[in-house]
């Protein structure tokens, strides 16, 4: 089936890095979506990219929907211990009826 | 302003017994997807419902799980005779629209069993 491949699976930063993970896959997406899980609680909606070459910020934040329409990456700048967290990318097919399928995560440490 | 409720929010249960989990949509939202997370896992998708209705079940496990979304009341996520491998955190998310692109998920039913 439709997989999505997200790197990193774990980063280990000092507070005030600069992250970067992203998201490949061999489908074609309509959609990309980054989710923010914290522990105990459901994932939270960060960033939609709903084109080809769309840049989108989010405060801190930045994503980008791949020309290729097949990845996406997000960055977070200046990290902050609040940051630390599971975040997953996730997208929608070509077909808008398609689920969305996520990719397994990565997480997010912050060294004190 | 109540989101996405899911309740219970833990669960136990002993291996053969049922378990069932419900989801109250976000106000305004007809469709309900239902997606299992393992320790140390993604979220995989089990199935997306309509009022009455059952629109793509392809990542359910063929025996023992079902899902439902009646005309009144939450949508229900069951599954008979439980088994270990049955633990894990169960989450539902909305939207309003079909096929849309943007879910609001709920904080989870975590199902342990023993």
């Known amino acids: 089936g439709q997989q999505l491949n997200q790197s990193p699976q774990s980063m280990f930063i000092q507070e005030g890095e600069d992250v970067s993970m992203n998201c490949t896959s061999s489908s074609i997406f309509n959609t990309w979506l980054w989710y923010k899980q914290d522990p105990g609680e459901g994932p939270v909606l960060l960033i939609a990219?709903?084109?080809?070459?769309e840049l989108t910020s989010n405060g801190r934040l930045t994503a980008q929907f791949g020309i290729t329409r097949k990845d996406s990456f997000l960055n977070i700048s200046a990290s902050i211990p609040s940051d630390v967290g599971i975040y997953f990318c996730?997208?929608?097919?070509?077909?808008?009826?398609?689920?969305?399928?996520f990719g397994k995560g990565t997480r997010l440490h912050i060294l004190p | 302003n109540a989101g996405v409720m899911q309740n219970p929010r833990h669960l136990v249960r002993r291996r053969g017994q049922e378990a069932r989990l419900r989801c109250s949509p976000m106000k305004g939202h007809s469709h309900v997807y239902w997606y299992r997370q393992l320790p140390e896992e993604g979220l995989k998708f089990m199935v997306y419902?309509?009022?009455?209705?059952?629109?793509?079940e392809s990542g359910m496990p063929k025996e023992r799980f079902s899902a439902e979304f009646p005309k009144e009341g939450p949508s229900i996520l069951r599954i008979q005779q439980v088994v270990r491998g049955d633990s894990a955190a169960y989450f539902c998310?909305?939207?309003?629209?079909?096929?849309?692109?943007?879910?609001?998920f709920g904080a989870g039913s975590r199902l342990t069993v023993l």
């Open positions: 996730a997208g929608q097919l070509v077909n808008r009826d398609d689920k969305i399928i």
């Open positions: 990219l709903y084109k080809a070459g």
């Open positions: 998310a909305s939207s309003a629209l079909s096929g849309a692109n943007v879910l609001t």
């Open positions: 419902l309509q009022k009455e209705n059952i629109i793509d």
